[in-house]
């Protein structure tokens, strides 16, 4: 093996995304812009991973030599028990989307929360402090974007849920955060016009589905900030109903971008390349 070649080999770094299905995931794109704008060697693939294989990849991280993997649905609960260590923040919102491998020591991140944050502060609300946010969803992704939101002491949270259950549970178990109200999705429009921000969670509205909306858009106060993680299509019709009525609208394509550039950051310990990875995304929505 000539010099070069040695020297690829032990530098290359191997990186991927497991999911199932994984094949509609833009993170392959947009990792890949990644590592050719830093000028890094290495890869990121796409890996299709069913449920009852999940131990054994994992393991593999390890036998394989990946620096680390994306882990998306329906992996990011399970996973953790795979792992070495799982990072107090990951711990608390009970999820997993990040995996570092540290010399053969697998430790989980989730950098959705704080991937959400900063998207919605960079482009739609610089101060959260004070601000009255109603969440639509208590899943997985509700639990990383309200745990994120918390820390920055919101006036309060409303979560509203299609199963009422599951937002008291979680304004339960984070009681001592903040000031947490549950209600069900057809409770909501009474917290709407006193809303802030308005952050759908759920996948109502999601390609193909793309004439869903999560709530009815009329009551949804004139200046508010409405977001949606939803990131295909780029504007919702929950977003295109907010803006005909005077909201700020805020499109899930921030939080995708900053949350493979928080992973992307603990892989390389470079900053991520967020203008080249945004404009292939884009170039493939
Ligand atoms: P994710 O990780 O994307 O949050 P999840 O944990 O399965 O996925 O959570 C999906 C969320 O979207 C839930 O809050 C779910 O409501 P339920 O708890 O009642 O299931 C919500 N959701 C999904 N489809 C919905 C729909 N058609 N109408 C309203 N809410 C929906």
Redesign the pocket.
Known sequence: MNEERRLFNQQALLLGVMGDPIKHSKSPIMHSAALRETGLEGSYVPLHIVPDQLEEAISAIRTLGFRGVNVT?PH?VKVMEFLDEVDEGAKAIGAVNTIVNDNGRLIGYNTDGIGYLRSLKEEAVSEIKGRRIVV???????RGIIHALLAERPESVVIA???VG?AERLCAEWNNLGQLIACG?HEVDSHLASSDIIIN????GMSPNID?V?ISPELLPEGAVVSDLIYNPLRTKLLQEAEQRGCRIHSGLGMFIYQGAYAFEYWTGQPAPIAAMRQAVIEVL
């Not at 639509?136 to 509700?142: C, D, L, R, V």
């Not at 969670?201 to 109502?204: E, I, K, L, Q, R």
């Open positions: 649905v990011k639509i969803g208590a899943g997985g992704a509700a849920n299609r199963t599951s999705i969670t759920t996948s109502v869903e999560p």
